[in-house]
T-cell receptor, first 112, second 111 residues
Framework: QKEVEQNSGPLSVPEGAIASLNCTYS??????FFWYRQYSGKSPELIMS????GDKEDGRFTAQLNKASQYVSLLIRDSQPSDSATYLC????????????FGTGTRLLVSP | SQTIHQWPATLVQPVGSPLSLECTVE??????LYWYRQAAGRGLQLLFY??????ISSEVPQNLSASRPQDRQFILSSKKLLLSDSGFYLC??????????FGPGTRLTVL
């Protein structure tokens, strides 16, 4: 089992729809969770962090965490073509320093 | 505000040649620094991390080495490049083990 798993996609949604990106992780002791957006040929950009169970909202983005199910998700409301990118889930594996383990990413395509 | 720089942006090198990639961070002191590699179509792999000057930890055995000669400078090196060293090399920083921020990256092609 991979430490952090994501569906590679592509996930295709029409403009204005809600995009739902999912991520599962294996280490039950993980405490910190991050979502990065990576445009083709560019470096990852941090868009959300979440540390406790529940929802965290920031503009059009909502991160959801369920530690019991070892599941973290990212919702993008009112999706725009500019949201088309690969979204990387990263989990701090609780090793005493900030070792982030990344999923391979989900490619999101938002069509006009 | 903090800024992270990497250079060069792109590099094409022959097999067996040496490598030196540089990363510098501005606007913060004593950051934790990280080197990652992203191979085509694959996830990010942590290569090295550093919590201070001269302190380097390696995550995977490989053909690469890292050094931190100054507080905000992190260097990735190789004496002899392999074809498998091709990839997108990313430097990242954080402070007090919080959110990590990435530099613009160096795209390395080994021929």
């Amino acid at each position: 089992q991979k430490e952090v798993e994501q569906n590679s996609g592509p996930l295709s949604v029409p403009e204005g729809a809600i995009a739902s990106l999912n991520c599962t992780y294996s280490d039950r002791g993980s405490q910190s969770f991050f979502w990065y957006r990576q445009y083709s040929g560019k470096s990852p950009e941090l868009i959300m962090s979440i540390y406790s169970n529940g929802d965290k909202e920031d503009g059009r983005f909502t991160a959801q965490l369920n530690k019991a199910s070892q599941y973290v998700s990212l919702l993008i409301r009112d999706s725009q073509p500019s949201d088309s990118a690969t979204y990387l889930c990263a989990v701090n594996m609780n090793t005493g320093f900030q070792k982030l383990v990344f999923g391979t990413g989900t490619r999101l395509l938002v069509s006009p | 505000s903090q800024t992270i720089h990497q250079w060069p942006a792109t590099l094409v090198q022959p097999v067996g040649s040496p490598l030196s990639l540089e990363c510098t961070v501005e606007g913060t002191s004593n950051p934790n620094l990280y080197w990652y590699r992203q191979a085509a179509g694959r996830g990010l792999q942590l290569l090295f991390y550093s919590v201070g000057i001269g302190q380097i930890s390696s995550e995977v055995p490989q053909n690469l080495s890292a050094s931190r000669p100054q507080d905000r400078q992190f260097i990735l090196s190789s004496k002899k490049l392999l074809l498998s060293d091709s990839g997108f090399y990313l430097c990242a920083w954080d402070f007090s083990y919080n959110e990590q921020f990435f530099g613009p990256g160096t795209r390395l092609t080994v021929l």
